[in-house]
């Protein structure tokens, strides 16, 4: 560690350090603003890889446990999801009936007024 030339490989390792540190930093105070934390596909990943892999370093190769909470988790925004393409749908339907309605209303005024 105190040649000359190991000096750059331990400079880069602590300039990565930091970038690591501040990363962290921001996505911390990023998801405290968050707040549909659970909602978000691309956190509920994240966490996932994140417990898989320190799963892996406690030495459980393959933990289905974790990929089945992943299954459930994006199964239960898709259920959500449909839910709400549902929901507006059924409001697009009833706009454009309201404006159909609108339409012929105004096309009978301007028949009257001839």
């Not at 659970?38 to 320190?54: H, I, R, T, W």
């Not at 199964?75 to 012929?104: F, G, H, P, Y």
């Amino acid at each position: 560690v105190g040649s000359p030339h190991a000096w750059p490989s331990l400079l880069g390792a602590l300039v990565w350090l930091v970038e690591l540190l501040q990363y962290e930093r921001q996505v911390e105070f990023a998801m405290q603003e968050d707040g549909l934390e659970s909602e978000n596909p691309d956190k509920m990943f994240f966490d996932y890889l994140s417990q898989a892999y320190e799963s892996f370093l406690a030495g459980h190769d393959n933990d289905q446990q974790l990929e089945e909470e992943l299954a459930a988790q994006f199964d239960q925004k898709n259920v959500a999801t449909e839910e709400e393409v549902s929901r507006v749908s059924k409001a697009n339907e009833k706009m454009e009936q309201e404006i159909a309605s609108l339409q012929d209303n105004k096309l009978e005024q301007l028949q009257d007024k001839r």
